[in-house]
């Protein structure tokens, strides 16, 4: 006797395997693109700025020094102050010198006297030498004499002349005008020639000094002598002064000149540019930065800093073709603009470049590009201002 039990379930036993080796078997889904964000190349004229590391100095610096030896009376400035050519200084004791020259004078006035009454002697032997009353030796005798008193008259007007000299200097007064510094010597001290009263500088206009390297100067050769044919007061100002934390000064400088040597010990050669300063703002001692155009580059490409990638000494970026799969391109490097390399080698205008997913990219894997948005704009025109190349 069959049981029913048994069969129902060779039954269902048989079709499931029926239907199991009906199903097909299927494929697994393909990965989704990476998504990765890109940014097209710009084509754009460029200025390409340099900058260096400037010392301020005044455009004169003039040390004050006597030119006597006496005690110092008083001083007639402020210090770091503004004092005007011709200004009075400093005072030295006159009186010394004052009878200096009284005694000079007197013994001026005493050879004038003497050299009058030769000369009318020499008038009175004169006409008695034509009479024979006198002989002709007596007469050169006392023109002689004439002569003598004559010198004796001029070596006294030069000593008058000298003491009048020395007087003045106990006047110690500014052979310029700019900033008068401390004085180095107090009301009382001795004063002789060799020790320094003061110094003052001109600081309208004020001076940047600074270095460049000698190739920077042999590439910028012609643009100097260019300059330099111009009178100075005609040049462009073109040159920015920028101040430790970045500030700009709001006032630009000119070039002045190139200094005659380069240092042997370190290859550099020293420049120097003139700044506008009429509120003494900049001061001697102060260091800044200088920064100016010097080379324009037509049709340069650009792409964001962050695009390019190195790799063994190679700079690499990850180029979107048309049908969205990257491309590890090599590329060439110039120089920086703001947030932006010129790429002088291996990339088009107009081409797309990964900014953010280099990472995800294989070579000739497909990706899902979406545009870059910068926090702040990138063009080539607001870009080039802020970030200069190192000469």
């Not at 009318?120 to 002989?135: E, H, I, N, T």
């Not at 500014?174 to 500088?201: E, W």
């Not at 001692?285 to 695009?307: D, E, F, H, S, W």
């Not at 990638?309 to 180029?319: A, M, N, R, T």
Request: glycine share 6%; charged share 15%; hydrophobic share 40%.
């Amino acid at each position: 006797m069959k049981r029913p039990h048994a069969n129902l379930f060779a039954g269902i036993l048989i079709s499931i395997l029926i239907l199991a080796g009906c199903t097909k078997k299927e494929e697994p889904a393909a990965p989704t693109p990476p998504v990765v964000l890109v940014t097209t190349a710009e084509q754009a004229d460029v200025p390409i700025f340099s900058e260096a590391v400037a010392t301020l100095e005044g455009s004169t610096n003039s040390q004050i020094y006597a030119q006597i030896s006496g005690y110092l009376l008083r001083r007639n400035y402020n210090e770091g102050t503004q004092v005007k050519k011709g200004d009075l200084l400093f005072e030295i004791d006159p009186k010394p010198f004052q009878a200096n020259l009284d005694k000079a004078t007197a013994t001026l006035q005493n050879n004038q006297s003497q050299l009058t009454r030769t000369q009318q002697d020499l008038a009175r032997y004169a006409a008695l030498v034509k009479s024979g009353a006198v002989s002709q030796q007596e007469y050169q005798n006392e023109v002689q004499t004439v002569q003598s008193a004559q010198a004796n008259v001029d070596a006294a007007q030069a000593s008058v002349t000298s003491a009048q000299i020395e007087l003045s200097y106990t006047k110690v007064t500014a052979p310029i005008t700019g900033i008068a510094g401390k004085a180095m010597v107090q009301a009382g001290d001795l004063i002789s020639p060799s020790l320094q009263l003061t110094t003052i500088s001109a600081l309208d206009p004020i001076e940047a000094a600074f270095t460049v390297t000698e190739q920077f100067y042999l590439d910028n050769t012609d643009r100097i002598n260019r300059v330099m044919q111009i009178p100075q007061n005609d040049r462009p100002e073109s040159i920015e002064l920028l101040f430790g934390d970045g500030t700009p000064y709001p006032k630009k400088g000119r070039f002045e000149y190139v200094n005659r040597q380069v240092q042997t010990s370190t290859g550099a050669i020293s420049v120097y540019a003139l700044f506008p300063n009429p509120d003494n703002v900049l001061r001697p001692g102060m260091y800044a930065k200088v920064r100016g155009i010097t080379q324009r580059i037509t049709n340069a490409v650009l792409i964001p800093q962050r695009c390019v990638s190195e790799l063994q000494g190679i700079d690499q970026v990850v180029v979107i073709k048309p049908d969205n799969t990257a491309e590890i391109r090599n590329v060439v490097t110039g120089d920086q603009v703001g947030p932006l390399w010129i790429i002088t080698s291996g990339l088009r205008a107009g081409e797309s470049v990964v900014v953010e997913g280099i990472q995800k990219c294989q070579a000739g894997s497909p990706v899902t590009p979406e545009p870059y948005v910068p926090d702040t704009p990138t063009s080539a025109t607001n870009a080039a201002p802020a970030a200069p190349a190192n000469p």
